[in-house]
């Protein structure tokens, strides 16, 4: 008996589209997909969670990229071990590469290579955001990013960080960065 074909595709925020990865998942046959829709600088994802619970021996992952899985070489490296220690085939279609645990050289530097480059590109996308950021402060052209919430919404949102919730489950919920509640919650403080 075969496994499963499960599928995981992850966007960055609320307000991207997955529309392109489950278009190439079609001819995958997948069984259940899991999609999240948060920053893959975490491996605290809700739906990945979900996925590495649901599958089992036999079963093989489906992933648009490697960078949809994880945004750095050793959260990518942990999860296709964890995966395919636990008899989990993990194929990335982008990249045309399928790992199945089995001890390969060619396979790890393959995964280590292609790795190590999509962290690089998304190191130098920082990088050119962080420059144009500042050449725009210099030349009076930035002024920042912009609240979101208003009255009641902010009120609600610093109640319930208060009251312990969650940080990163409220700022999903509100569809704002982590980086913004914190902004939030500092402005609570610095006017009382």
Not at 15 to 40: A, C, P, Y
Request: net charge neutral.
């Amino acid at each position: 008996m075969s496994g499963q074909i499960v599928g995981y595709v992850r966007v960055s925020t609320l307000e991207q589209n997955t529309g392109r990865q489950l278009e190439q998942m079609k001819d995958e046959h997948t069984d259940v997909i899991f999609e999240d829709h948060i920053s893959g600088k975490s491996l605290e994802r809700p739906e990945l969670d979900k996925m590495l619970k649901h599958v089992r021996k036999g079963d093989t992952v489906v992933v648009h990229s490697m960078d949809r899985l994880a945004r750095n070489l050793r959260d990518l490296r942990n999860l296709v071990d964890d995966l395919t220690d636990r008899g989990v085939v993990v194929k990335f279609l982008k990249e045309h590469l399928e790992f199945t645990g089995e001890t390969n050289s060619t396979a790890k530097l393959m995964l280590n290579i292609m790795g190590a480059v999509a962290e690089f590109e998304r190191e130098m996308i920082l990088e050119r955001q962080r420059e144009g950021i500042a050449l725009a402060k210099a030349e009076g052209k930035y002024k920042g990013g912009k609240f979101k919430l208003m009255g009641d919404k902010v009120t609600e949102l610093r109640r319930r960080a208060e009251a312990g919730e969650n940080k990163a489950a409220l700022a999903r919920e509100f569809c704002i960065s982590r980086q913004s509640l914190y902004s939030y919650l500092q402005a609570d403080t610095a006017t009382a």
